[in-house]
T-cell receptor, first 114, second 111 residues
């Protein structure tokens, strides 16, 4: 079956703009998590969604938000972009919210803020 | 607090040599530990997890609760093992999927 897909794959924005990234999980997967990957900080958890509800949130400012739709697709939004938001944003999906559950990662969206 | 430490940013070995990638963690309960791998131009993928106790691509990892470690080992490295390796932890309370990653170790296997 098709893997996790993320769109767009690359994005260039300027400071102050906002951006929306999209993630389509593997068919049947209802849990979606987002991560930010940077050379300095590595992989950091942003938030996770299950059944359209945010279940957990990482330590990021309120400019970072997300949502999940009834078909399990998820979007994350970053408002008032800053240079430091330049990163690879990864989405991961899993079948359900449970321990011992494998997460599958998408290819990521590379965001560059100028 | 949940924390994962991978002390080596870079690790270089020759083909056929043993390799060990170190991972230490901090967690107040009993976590679930994983090793993820990212080959060049590929997505992050699960290599193995402590709960399964299996060997994948010749790699094994044993959870040592006393030393809070989950080191990844392979007796004979191959060139195709060159990649970024991330150790990750997931708490077992609350049902969260949240993974806490180490900073990663870039393994280079030289011919």
């Amino acid at each position: 079956k098709a893997g996790v897909t993320q769109t767009p794959r690359y994005l260039i924005k300027t400071r102050g703009q906002q951006v929306t990234l999209s993630c389509s999980p593997i068919s049947g997967h209802r849990s979606v998590s987002w991560y930010q990957q940077t050379p300095g900080q590595g992989l950091q958890f942003l938030f996770e969604y299950f059944s359209e509800t945010q279940r957990n949130k990482g330590n990021f400012p309120g400019r970072f938000s997300g949502r999940q739709f009834s078909n399990s697709r998820s979007e994350m939004n970053v408002s008032t972009l800053e240079l430091g938001d330049s990163a690879l944003y990864l989405c991961a999906s899993s079948f359900r919210l449970a321990v011992y559950n494998e997460q599958f990662f998408g290819p990521g969206t590379r965001l560059t803020v100028l | 607090a949940q924390r994962v430490t991978q002390p080596e940013k870079l690790l270089s070995v020759f083909k056929g040599a043993p390799v060990e990638l170190k991972c230490n963690y901090s967690y107040s309960g009993s976590p679930e530990l994983f090793w993820y791998v990212q080959y060049s131009r590929q997505r992050l993928q699960l290599l193995l997890r402590h709960i399964s106790r299996e060997s994948i691509k010749g790699f094994t990892a044993d959870l040592n609760k006393g030393e809070t470690s989950f080191h990844l080992k392979k007796p004979f490295a191959q060139e195709e093992d060159s990649a970024m390796y991330y150790c990750a932890l997931r708490g077992t309370q609350g049902g969260s999927e949240k993974l806490v990653f180490g900073k990663g170790t870039k393994l280079t296997v030289n011919p």
